[in-house]
């Protein structure tokens, strides 16, 4: 478990950089792009495609002002 939440802080990082999901999960040695969006939803409760667009809307919205 302690391993898996590393590899999605990882993956947070990633995907805050514009990576893709399939291109994030790759990187991060995940055995399809499904698996790793499973185990990132347990971990994080967000798809990462949700949390990809929160950061980018978040990201967007700070730099608005």
Do not use: M, W
């Not at 792009?33 to 949390?51: C, E, G, K, L, M």
């Amino acid at each position: 478990l302690y391993i898996q939440k590393k590899r999605i802080d990882c993956a947070k990082e990633l995907l805050q950089e514009g990576y893709s999901v399939t291109e994030t999960a790759h990187r991060l040695d995940f055995c399809s792009s499904n698996y790793f969006s499973t185990v990132f939803h347990r971990i994080a409760q967000v798809t990462p495609t949700q949390y990809r667009d929160a950061e980018r809307a978040k990201n967007s919205s700070s730099h608005a002002k």
